[in-house]
């Protein structure tokens, strides 16, 4: 189980689900946990905040139920998602992250009702924000999220090309940070430029073509961790 307010010797590999076969996705999942994945990474797409659909509750619950031990990272890519933290927690999310984006034209300081209402089901909160945001958007934050996440590529796709720019914003802000909360990366990391982003500040990798993709997961995921 992850704890997120320890940091870890290398970084986590948290696969995303989006990369795997879902006519098979026990196996699939139950495979990359047994192949050294630290926890498992699950995108909810509304078709609103990201041009896409994903998944909904009754997978995370499904997930949970057959993987009562396993760390469930939920990536709230939502236009509403005081709408989706609930249910969520119930269907057994370990942490929820949702996106500042999706705070804008709301009411002042939602951001905080969201992470107070996200740490009030008992799940662990973070932030995330997109390629074009700045650093600075969410560093208010800093000190009320365990974990902040950036966005390597604009969000509604697996298996998109990584966008560099971002380890300047994450150089900028995972110094900020106290040693409790972690710095995660999402979107097209994979064992090429897990180095570059590890060296930038980040500790826990979400990797989904990169791993689900491979001819040999374990290895995948050795090397994202080895950088
Ligand atoms: O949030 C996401 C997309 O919005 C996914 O987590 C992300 O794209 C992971 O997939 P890949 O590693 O294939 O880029
Ligand atoms: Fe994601």
């Known amino acids: 189980m992850i704890d997120l307010s320890q940091k870890p010797a290398q970084p986590l590999v948290l696969p995303s689900i989006l990369a795997a076969d879902f006519t098979t996705l026990g196996e699939d999942v139950a495979d990359v946990l047994d192949k050294g994945a ?37 990536h709230l890519m939502v236009t509403n998602p005081e709408l989706f933290v609930q249910p969520f927690a119930d269907a057994g999310a370990d942490h929820i992250t949702f996106h500042i984006e999706a705070t804008a034209g709301r009411k002042e300081n939602h951001e905080f009702d969201l992470i107070k209402q996200i740490k009030a089901t008992g799940c662990t909160a973070g932030i995330s924000f997109n390629p074009p945001t700045t650093a600075a958007s969410v560093q208010h934050l800093v000190g009320h999220v365990e974990m902040f996440l950036a966005m ?15 380890l300047d914003k994450i150089r900028e802000l995972s110094p900020k940070l106290p040693d409790t909360a972690r710095f995660e990366i999402d979107g097209g990391v994979g064992p090429v430029n897990a180095g ?3 060296a930038a500040g980040v500790d826990m990798i979400v990797a989904g073509s990169a791993v689900f993709g491979a001819p040999d997961r374990a290895a995948a995921i050795a090397a994202i961790k080895a950088g």
């Open 38 to 74: 630290d926890g498992i990474h699950v995108d909810i797409m509304d078709g609103h905040f990201v041009p896409n659909l994903s998944i909904g509750v009754p997978i995370m619950a499904s997930l949970r139920k057959r993987f009562p031990d396993a760390y469930f990272d939920v």
């Open 196 to 198: 570059d982003v590890a």
């Open 152 to 166: 390597s590529v604009h969000p509604g796709f697996g298996g998109q090309k990584f966008i560099p720019e971002v």
